[in-house]
């Protein structure tokens, strides 16, 4: 790679933290954010004058050592506990305001984009698009990670790496006119010509401090592709173990533990490798940085020693150019003690990057999406609606559907035909959809696989609603109409209903949810295949009850025949024909109601 690949990469990685970072100094928080920012600057800036002052003191201390200068000595350990005091006040100070300006930072940053990722269904949509190019192709992997972890890492590594960096140009601005004064000129003779390197200790100082950098890039490069990858690996071996836990029962009925340990040991077998590739490559920077540490520590008396011992320089004047070369190679050689972590805060970079674009690109697609929803109608309707797969195959199309209230109708169909993704058009949340959607007011959607909140029973029943909206005697008449009697005095007790409840249960709370909030309408996507035929029929004679009662109307999918007696009309879902534009038709008949 030329060095101008090289530039115009380190640009564009600049850019990617400044769009990043951005946002927030812009914020309804930006005057807090740049006060504390300015704060923290100015108490870099107050640090490094005390460094200079220490630089000073060093002179006359030694000084006073060498010509046993009792009142001096005695002066100078005064003026030392002035600065010492001064010096961790700063510490303190520094310390506190920037992990308070990460703090909200990332608390800023975190709520921004959980709120972009909850918007608009973008934490379905972008799942979705793993199983097809329509979405934009791949979505980032574990959404969960980038905002929980690299959100953390890089507010931390931004404030912490900026910062580092500004004190040591301030340092190295501070500290090379005072180096450069104290070393005085180096004299030779080449080719019979007299030469004269004025300021020798600094160009000493630049050329010791460019080579270490420069080779401490070629050792150190590896690690930001292995912290890359390492972070995916990590969240990829968590996420395993979360899903196992999730479908515990399932996994535990199938005596599918081999298998799941296995995929585990794979998942945690490529962690430690690649942490293994990491900690080989971390290791053979050390080796190098060791080594230029410590040689730094001796480099500035090897340089020093002709002019100490010649009587050129006084004790007091080695020891100011030993601290002053220490501050100039120190502030050189930032880039070199903190590789390691430039390395994460990249990887961390390009992780929220890729997250931010999908994220973007979603917002642009929903605001451009091609199907168009009137919410609030009397009467469900679409109009040429047509349904794609994520992969962008036509599944159905030129679909113009009608449900007045009062009627009922069931959806019929094989699998894979389209129903549930029928419904998720309707609900609004498939992005896949083309053409005009009617939705009307007050409706609500029993999935299949319904979702709890983990605490207590209330709480979960309620959901989204908080419980408080509810009086007790309501919660608990709900619970007996969906056939679940056993659970209404439990109604504070704390569990994992995902866990706890069989399937049937967990369907029959939710269809308890619908039987609490009574709304006019109800489109419901399997809601009760999971039970017996007596309680089947039980529950959706309440949810008949309930729609009829409220003037609204029922929608489901069903394949059993006993469902469709609660129905008078069905929607059935059939193959299309050779040549056909979409893999299935609708066909609309009428069916002898209950």
Not at 41 to 63: C, K, P, T
Not at 165 to 171: C, D, E, G, K, R
Not at 398 to 414: F, I, S, T, Y
Not at 582 to 593: G, I, K, S
Request: proline share 4%; charged share 20%; with cysteine.
């Amino acid at each position: 790679m030329t060095l101008q690949e090289r530039f115009r990469l380190a640009r564009a990685q600049a850019r990617k933290i400044w769009a990043l970072s951005l946002p927030y100094f812009q914020s309804e928080e930006k005057w807090r954010a740049r006060g504390l920012l300015a704060a923290i600057v100015l108490l870099n800036l107050a640090g490094v004058w005390l460094l200079v002052q220490y630089n000073d003191w060093y002179r006359v201390f030694y000084d006073a050592l060498e010509k046993r200068d009792q009142a001096v000595f005695w002066q100078q350990l005064g003026r030392f506990t002035i600065l010492a005091f001064g010096m961790i006040i700063l510490a303190v100070y520094r310390f506190y305001l920037t992990q308070l300006l990460q703090m909200r930072w990332r608390a800023w940053m975190t709520g921004t984009y959980l709120r972009r990722w909850m918007a608009d269904h973008a934490f379905y949509r972008m799942e979705l698009a793993r199983y097809g190019q329509a979405e934009g192709g791949t979505p980032p992997d574990n959404p969960d990670q980038r905002i929980q972890e690299d959100l953390n890492l890089f507010t931390t590594y931004t404030v912490s790496l900026t910062m580092g960096a500004f004190n040591a140009f301030v340092t190295l601005v501070s500290f090379v006119g005072i180096l450069w004064g104290l070393s005085g000129a180096f004299a030779f003779d080449l080719g019979g010509r007299h030469v004269e390197i004025p300021g020798f200790m600094v160009w000493m100082a630049v050329l010791y401090c460019l080579a270490g950098s420069l080779i401490t890039h070629l050792i150190g490069r590896p690690q930001i592709g292995l912290n890359f990858r390492q972070q995916r690996l990590e969240a990829d071996f968590r996420h395993h173990m979360v899903r196992v836990r999730e479908y515990s029962e399932a996994i535990a009925l199938d005596r599918g533990e081999p298998v799941e340990r296995a995929q585990l040991d794979t998942r945690f077998g490529k962690v430690l490798a690649n942490y293994l590739d990491l900690i080989r490559a971390q290791k053979r920077l050390i080796w190098f940085s060791s080594f230029f540490g410590q040689a730094a520590v001796i480099f500035p008396f090897l340089v020093s020693a002709p002019r100490f011992f010649s009587g050129a320089l006084q004790l007091g004047d080695l020891m100011q150019i030993s601290s002053a070369f220490e501050r100039v190679q120190n502030a050189l050689a930032w880039f070199v003690e903190n590789y390691q972590e430039l390395a994460v805060w990249r990887a961390t970079t390009d992780r929220l990057t890729s997250f931010e674009a999908h994220l973007a690109a979603h917002a642009a697609r929903s605001e451009g999406r091609q199907a168009r929803y009137t919410q609030g109608g009397n009467a469900l309707a679409t109009q040429d609606l047509a349904l794609a797969l994520p992969d962008g195959s036509r599944l159905l199309s030129g679909l113009d559907l009608q449900v007045q209230p009062g009627e009922r109708v069931l959806v019929k169909g094989p699998s894979g035909s389209g129903k549930s993704t029928l419904l998720r058009a309707i609900a609004g949340i498939w992005p896949h959809a083309s053409g005009d959607v009617t939705q009307p007011a007050d409706a609500m959607f029993i999935p299949q696989r319904p979702y709890f909140p983990d605490g207590p029973l209330r709480d979960a029943l309620a959901y989204p609603k908080p419980a408080s909206d509810y009086r007790d005697d309501d919660l608990r008449a709900a619970l007996r109409d969906a056939q679940l009697p056993q659970l209404q005095d439990s109604l504070d007790r704390q569990d994992a209903w995902s866990q706890k409840l069989s399937g049937g249960e967990q369907q029959r709370l939710a269809v308890a949810r619908v039987l609490l909030k009574k709304p006019r309408w109800v489109l419901a996507d399997e809601a009760t295949s999971a039970l017996d035929e007596a309680a089947e029929q039980a529950v959706y004679g309440k949810l008949v009850a309930q729609v009829q009662a409220a003037g609204g109307a029922l929608l489901s999918i069903a394949h059993r025949p006993a469902v469709a007696a609660f129905h008078d009309r069905s929607w059935q879902l059939v193959p299309a024909a050779d040549g056909a534009a979409a893999r299935f038709t609708l066909e609309q008949a009428p069916l002898q109601p209950r």
